[in-house]
């Protein structure tokens, strides 16, 4: 049941989340928005949705059939599979003493089982870039790969300092324990800032959208691809922003807490009504995380590809390897109510080493224009 009903709520989400981003990419540009089809503009996905549905079905000469074919599916399939492990609310109670997890597989490696799921998106970007026989799809597909696998490695980092913090790979569990003491947030800041910006670069959204960079690649891996096929690719990419975001939120904003300090909070077994109250919590902050990567796309302009590279092998990596040794200590030393202490130290340290670490001359230095009133001839 859960899984029917999450796994139809994505689906919609996704067509209903792209009218949400024109909504707010208009209020960012001061404009109005899409407000014709439908009250509001309300209807506006479905007859999106149509206008795919019989819009000319295109392939290319040259491409290669069978990989140009799967390669949407290879992209949204990993997208609609990682939700199973999430736990949406706590238990329902059932009688006899009973009660049932609302979440698509109680396993103990859910942890494992969300990022190993979320790997397999970059084999049907790659795959759609190399099957289009399009110079510019196949560079973009080379961009994706290496940049989705670059931010797995500080996003698995991240991922075990929130483990052995918690000691468990049960998502139920890690919420559970910050009902109980303290949101993950708090605790390791580091962390769940290091986590949400590689869920933004895994999911390809902006600032870390070079593969689809318009102003070099037309339109990247899915330059050739028309009608659902193309539909298939950012259907992926907005289950994939929903997901990263629902086990954000299981992580670091303790999944239907609502008291991000030690004290009273929602019980985490109960009857319907509860449940359907601890669903509603986790909808809503997965609303203001999705609301918040929207807000990011149209604030933040687009990096270049050797300034993102750089982010991951100079910083991000770094950045969690020093924060994984520390967690590593703290609680080998029984210190995990201080962790967010540990976080500031690292901070700290970061702050006084990073002059003395070597580095190359920034290649965005200013250049002069002759004849410019700010650039006055010599």
């Not at 999106?48 to 949407?72: H, N, Q, S, T, W």
């Not at 494992?112 to 026989?133: D, E, H």
């Not at 980092?157 to 109980?180: K, R, W």
Request: contains cysteine.
């Amino acid at each position: 049941m859960v899984i029917f009903v999450v796994l139809h709520m994505c689906l919609g989400a996704a067509a209903y989340l792209i009218l949400l981003e024109r909504k707010v990419c208009a209020w960012a540009q001061d404009r109005i928005g899409p407000n014709r089809v439908g009250p509001m503009g309300l209807l506006q996905p479905i007859a999106d949705g149509l206008k795919l549905f019989f819009k000319e079905e295109f392939m290319p000469r040259g491409v290669d059939r069978v990989l140009f074919m799967i390669a949407p599916a290879l992209t949204v399939i990993p997208a609609m599979i990682g939700f199973v492990v999430i736990p949406w609310g706590g238990f329902l109670e059932i009688g006899d003493g009973r009660t049932v997890a609302i979440m698509g597989a109680d396993i103990n490696i859910g942890v494992i089982y969300f990022i190993a799921a979320a790997s397999l998106g970059v084999y049907g970007v790659g795959l759609g870039g190399w099957a289009s026989n399009n110079k510019y799809s196949f560079i973009g597909g080379l961009r994706a790969t290496a940049q989705m696998i670059s931010y797995e490695i500080p996003m698995g980092l991240a991922l075990l300092c929130v483990v052995l913090t918690a000691g468990t790979l049960l998502p139920q569990e890690i919420v559970a324990q910050q009902l109980d003491g303290q949101w993950f947030l708090i605790q390791q800041p580091i962390v769940a800032i290091v986590f949400y910006l590689c869920m933004l670069a895994e999911s390809g959204r902006a600032p870390f959208d070079l593969a689809e960079a318009e102003q070099e690649l037309i339109g990247g891996w899915h330059t050739e691809y028309s009608s659902m096929k193309w539909a298939l690719f950012f259907m992926g990419e907005y289950i994939h922003v929903v997901i990263g975001s629902a086990f954000f939120a299981t992580l670091f904003l303790g999944g239907w807490s609502l008291n991000p300090l030690t004290g009273w909070d929602i019980p985490q077994t109960g009857g319907i009504l509860l449940i359907l109250l601890q669903f509603g919590i986790v909808l809503g902050k997965v609303f203001l995380l999705v609301f918040l990567t929207m807000m990011v796309r149209w604030t933040l302009p687009r990096f270049r590809f050797d300034q993102l590279m750089r982010l991951a092998w100079e910083g991000l990596i770094p950045l969690s390897l020093l924060v994984l040794l520390m967690t590593s200590i703290f609680v080998y030393l029984g210190w995990t109510s201080w962790l967010w202490a540990g976080s500031l130290g690292c901070l700290a340290l970061l702050w006084l080493v990073l002059p003395f670490m070597p580095g190359q001359a920034s290649p965005n230095h200013k250049i002069g224009l002759i004849g410019s009133r700010f650039s006055p001839p010599a």
